[in-house]
């Protein structure tokens, strides 16, 4: 037999293999698993092979052993469902690796476990059936836990911001929704009567709220009774468990205390809340009112399913692996191309202490964990993926040295985001830049968001171009589609040519509290709550931007800092120090730190505010704070036209704010021929054909209407000094 250089990498998913040597040129030869395995034994993988793979059966840990050198190997992944029990892990050997599907999107990956159509059993038991409404009865089906092998069966905590560990149904490859009052939106509280204990954990007191709704006489604590809600602000949604119902007195009253306690940081004393605290009812099996709608009744270890047909589902699948997808850790040039990844309870690819790792043409959805996690990463680059249905972030990347200012040189490019942070829906964004230096995500789509499209705390040297935001912030308030915060060392990105709109919730760029040493310029936020929003940061430059009917102002520029003391501001502070800021290569790149005075630091300091317009908003330009606090900057208010109509861009209503031939905003700011308006968002290239259609996508979020009121940032601000 001639002998054959052979490199297996996802033996697991072997059925067929065709292996082709480009070091030998030989004929490829069909192995069965057994024979690969055994040829790997005694002939280590060399360099230089391409894999064709089927997805029948096989064994993956042993193969990815026996791999010596990766260099220059492609693994080709015929189209599928690779069905995954165990983490895909790749390490140093296994550097060079070229993982693809034979044709983009058709081979899958995923670690579900399956349930048969015969493992679901109709409910006949009347004491559970009388609980329901007649037009459930019939198309009600559970599910033993235990026997379908399924680890995650709960009970939830006491308290969590998640999905509380609990696993996730998938039917038909769509999400079935967990039970839930209402079915969409929030009930809110009548009246706070108790705050319970204000520092919360284990043992403490619960709060008392008292509701008025009907469905209180139906709800029971008994099983286990959750109620999710926005407590305190509309930034951080918290699910807690509830002791005792009084529907007498119409009372509620929470099993354990929570973090500040029960009521709206807004409520003027003596008053405990304000009527805004909102929240929803989760997993009660009372609540199966809408086909889909599943509960798990933890006594008994038991989903129930209010089933979409009459018949129990054929292709359901539930979400229990909290181990990631794939790890790669220590690996170098590994390119993952064409692959879908679905059905994990955790993670999907995790990546550490490895380089330019590529991610391309790949496809992410239904994963309850982070859908790409990237740790001290180094030239990573994600390029024309899709992510939805993602209940944590979509991307986190963490990279780079900002004590020296190293780049980590990662890149996320023209790629779509859309329904991310579905069960953390905030501070899970689609793209969380974690500190770090050199990121640049560009000319990616993100819209149907609960919170933020980008976070960027703790960033220097940052770039954020070309992007389009749509529908952000549908579920909270009180943040930015690019949003920061506190750091007067996160300094030098830049935020230029990026297209916010139909986000009334959201602060199209905002640099909240102290957040200091941004470049906004050549934006565009139409339908926004406010365009750039400075929340007494420094040396922030907004320059040529575009505002265009924001529901509370067009920009935004405020002296919280004197208020809330950041003069004094620990955390601000101890950065400074930490970094050196006042020698290289701090003092060279950002010579500007050098001129601040530490007896200013509650100021707005070395703030530009110039040539920008504003068109239709409720206000152009809104100033909080004294006029002579503002002394240490330079703000030019914007240019300001009153309707649409005067400005006489080329088609509002279809999103088109090019201004037509001799339009009025021509004359007066000529800086709107500085915005490329016809590059924003996503492109066409070999992994994305064709392009999503933006109006059609408007019209059915029209049609859902899921946009919350809007919240107006400056009332955090008049509200407290915290």
């Given at each position: 037999?001639?002998?054959?250089?052979?490199?297996?990498?996802?033996?697991?998913?072997?059925?067929?293999?065709?292996?082709?040597?480009?070091?030998?040129?030989?004929?490829?030869?069909?192995?069965?698993n057994?024979?690969?395995?055994?040829?790997?034994?005694?002939?280590?993988?060399?360099?230089?092979?391409?894999?064709?793979?089927?997805?029948?059966?096989?064994?993956l840990?042993?193969?990815?052993?026996?791999?010596?050198?990766?260099?220059?190997?492609?693994v080709?992944?015929?189209?599928?469902?690779?069905?995954?029990?165990?983490?895909?892990?790749?390490?140093?050997?296994?550097?060079?690796?070229?993982?693809?599907?034979?044709?983009?999107?058709?081979?899958?990956?995923?670690?579900?476990?399956?349930?048969?159509?015969?493992?679901?059993?109709?409910?006949?038991?009347?004491?559970?059936?009388?609980?329901?409404?007649?037009?459930?009865?019939?198309?009600?089906?559970?599910?033993?836990?235990?026997?379908?092998?399924?680890?995650?069966?709960?009970?939830?905590?006491?308290?969590?911001?998640?999905?509380?560990?609990?696993?996730?149904?998938i039917?038909?490859?769509?999400?079935?929704?967990?039970?839930?009052?209402?079915?969409?939106?929030y009930?809110?509280?009548?009246?706070?009567?108790?705050?319970?204990?204000?520092?919360?954990?284990?043992?403490?007191?619960?709060?008392?709220?008292?509701?008025?709704?009907?469905?209180?006489?139906?709800?029971?604590?008994?099983?286990?009774?959750?109620?999710?809600?926005?407590?305190?602000?509309?930034?951080?949604?918290?699910?807690?468990?509830?002791?005792?119902?009084?529907?007498?007195?119409?009372?509620?009253?929470?099993?354990?205390?929570?973090?500040?306690?029960?009521?709206?940081?807004?409520?003027?004393?003596?008053?405990?809340?304000?009527?805004m605290?909102?929240?929803c009812?989760?997993?009660?099996?009372?609540?199966?009112?809408?086909?889909?709608e599943?509960?798990?009744?933890?006594?008994?270890?038991?989903?129930?399913?209010?089933?979409?047909?009459?018949?129990?589902?054929?292709?359901?699948?539930?979400?229990?692996?909290?181990?990631?997808?794939?790890?790669?850790?220590?690996?170098?040039?590994?390119v993952?191309?064409?692959?879908?990844?679905?059905g994990?309870?955790?993670?999907?690819?995790?990546?550490?202490?490895?380089?330019?790792?590529?991610?391309?043409?790949?496809?992410?959805?239904?994963?309850?964990?982070?859908?790409?996690?990237?740790?001290?990463?180094?030239?990573?680059?994600?390029?024309?993926?899709?992510?939805?249905?993602?209940?944590?972030?979509?991307?986190?990347?963490?990279?780079?040295?900002?004590?020296?200012?190293?780049?980590?040189?990662?890149?996320?490019?023209?790629?779509?985001?859309?329904?991310?942070?579905?069960?953390?829906?905030?501070?899970?964004?689609?793209?969380?830049?974690?500190?770090?230096?050199?990121?640049?995500?560009?000319?990616?789509?993100?819209?149907?968001?609960?919170?933020?499209?980008?976070?960027?705390?703790?960033?220097?040297?940052?770039?954020?171009?070309?992007?389009?935001?749509?529908?952000?912030?549908?579920?909270?308030?009180?943040?930015?589609?690019?949003?920061?915060?506190?750091?007067?060392?996160?300094?030098?990105?830049?935020?230029?040519?990026?297209?916010?709109?139909?986000?009334?919730?959201?602060?199209?760029?905002?640099?909240?509290?102290?957040?200091?040493?941004?470049?906004?310029?050549?934006?565009?936020?139409?339908?926004?709550?406010?365009?750039?929003?400075?929340?007494?940061?420094?040396?922030?430059?907004?320059?040529?931007?575009?505002s265009?009917?924001?529901?509370?102002?067009?920009?935004?520029?405020?002296?919280?800092?004197?208020?809330?003391?950041?003069?004094?501001?620990?955390?601000?502070?101890?950065?400074?120090?930490?970094?050196?800021?006042?020698?290289?290569?701090?003092?060279?790149?950002?010579?500007?730190?050098a001129?601040?005075?530490?007896?200013?630091?509650?100021?707005?300091?070395?703030d530009?505010?110039?040539?920008?317009?504003?068109?239709?908003?409720?206000?152009?330009f809104?100033?909080?704070?004294?006029?002579?606090?503002?002394?240490?900057?330079?703000?030019?208010?914007?240019?300001?036209?009153?309707?649409?109509?005067?400005?006489?861009?080329?088609?509002?209503?279809?999103?088109?704010?090019?201004?037509?031939?001799?339009?009025?905003?021509?004359?007066?700011?000529?800086?709107?021929?500085?915005?490329?308006?016809?590059?924003?968002?996503?492109?066409?290239?070999?992994?994305?054909?064709?392009?999503?259609?933006?109006?059609a996508?408007?019209?059915?979020?029209?049609?859902?209407?899921?946009?919350?009121?809007?919240?107006?940032?400056?009332?955090?601000?008049?509200?407290?000094?915290?």
């Open positions: 037999m001639k002998r054959l250089i052979v490199c297996v990498f996802l033996c697991s998913l072997l059925g067929e293999t065709q292996l082709a040597c480009a070091k030998s040129h030989e004929k490829n030869d069909r192995l069965t057994e024979t690969v395995s055994r040829h790997l034994e005694t002939n280590p993988t060399a360099a230089g092979c391409s894999i064709y793979v089927s997805p029948d059966k096989g064994t840990e042993a193969s990815l052993r026996l791999i010596t050198n990766a260099s220059h190997t492609t080709i992944l015929k189209a599928g469902v690779y069905w995954q029990t165990n983490t895909l892990k790749l390490t140093a050997q296994h550097s060079g690796l070229h993982i693809r599907a034979a044709e983009q999107g058709t081979a899958v990956i995923n670690t579900g476990v399956r349930v048969k159509k015969s493992d679901w059993q109709r409910v006949t038991d009347e004491t559970v059936l009388k609980r329901l409404s007649p037009a459930v009865r019939n198309r009600l089906f559970s599910l033993d836990l235990d026997k379908a092998g399924i680890s995650h069966k709960g009970p939830y905590p006491e308290t969590f911001g998640d999905f509380g560990g609990l696993c996730q149904l039917v038909n490859q769509e999400w079935m929704p967990l039970s839930r009052f209402p079915n969409s939106g009930i809110k509280v009548d009246q706070v009567l108790e705050k319970g204990d204000t520092k919360g954990g284990k043992g403490t007191t619960g709060g008392v709220i008292q509701i008025k709704t009907p469905h209180l006489s139906q709800w029971s604590t008994q099983e286990g009774l959750w109620f999710q809600g926005y407590w305190v602000v509309p930034w951080t949604r918290t699910a807690i468990k509830m002791a005792r119902l009084d529907v007498q007195k119409k009372t509620a009253t929470f099993a354990i205390g929570v973090s500040r306690g029960i009521g709206s940081k807004y409520a003027k004393p003596p008053a405990l809340g304000n009527g605290e909102e929240f009812v989760i997993n009660a099996l009372e609540e199966l009112d809408m086909p889909g599943w509960c798990v009744r933890f006594n008994e270890k038991r989903l129930y399913l209010f089933s979409p047909t009459l018949e129990a589902p054929e292709h359901a699948v539930i979400a229990d692996q909290t181990a990631p997808m794939i790890s790669i850790s220590g690996a170098t040039n590994v993952i191309e064409g692959l879908c990844f679905t994990n309870l955790g993670d999907g690819i995790v990546v550490e202490q490895s380089a330019q790792v590529q991610l391309q043409g790949c496809t992410f959805e239904r994963i309850c964990g982070t859908a790409v996690s990237m740790k001290d990463a180094l030239r990573h680059r994600i390029h024309s993926c899709d992510f939805s249905d993602i209940g944590k972030s979509g991307i986190v990347l963490s990279g780079g040295d900002r004590k020296t200012l190293i780049s980590s040189e990662c890149v996320v490019d023209n790629s779509r985001f859309w329904r991310i942070g579905r069960h953390q829906n905030t501070y899970a964004p689609p793209i969380d830049c974690k500190a770090g230096v050199g990121y640049a995500v560009t000319h990616n789509f993100f819209h149907d968001l609960p919170h933020a499209a980008v976070l960027y705390f703790n960033n220097n040297d940052s770039l954020f171009e070309y992007n389009e935001v749509a529908r952000a912030a549908l579920d909270s308030g009180d943040v930015g589609a690019f949003y920061s915060c506190l750091d007067r060392t996160s300094r030098g990105n830049v935020l230029r040519y990026n297209f916010v709109y139909d986000s009334p919730q959201i602060n199209g760029f905002y640099m909240d509290d102290g957040d200091s040493g941004d470049t906004i310029v050549n934006n565009v936020c139409y339908n926004t709550a406010c365009g750039p929003f400075v929340g007494g940061g420094h040396d922030n430059i907004i320059k040529g931007n575009l265009i009917a924001c529901v509370t102002a067009g920009f935004h520029i405020d002296t919280r800092g004197l208020a809330r003391g950041y003069k004094d501001h620990l955390g601000m502070s101890k950065k400074l120090a930490d970094y050196h800021v006042l020698q290289p290569p701090w003092s060279l790149r950002y010579p500007e730190l001129r601040m005075n530490p007896e200013q630091w509650g100021y707005p300091t070395g530009v505010l110039t040539n920008n317009m504003s068109v239709a908003c409720k206000l152009p809104r100033k909080s704070g004294k006029v002579e606090d503002f002394k240490y900057s330079s703000l030019t208010p914007p240019l300001m036209i009153q309707t649409l109509a005067d400005a006489g861009f080329k088609n509002p209503a279809a999103l088109d704010f090019r201004p037509n031939p001799g339009a009025h905003i021509l004359d007066v700011w000529p800086a709107i021929r500085e915005i490329p308006f016809e590059k924003y968002g996503l492109y066409r290239d070999k992994w994305r054909l064709t392009l999503p259609d933006r109006l996508l408007r019209q059915e979020a029209d049609r859902l209407k899921q946009q919350k009121d809007a919240f107006d940032s400056a009332m955090d601000l008049k509200a407290s000094g915290n």
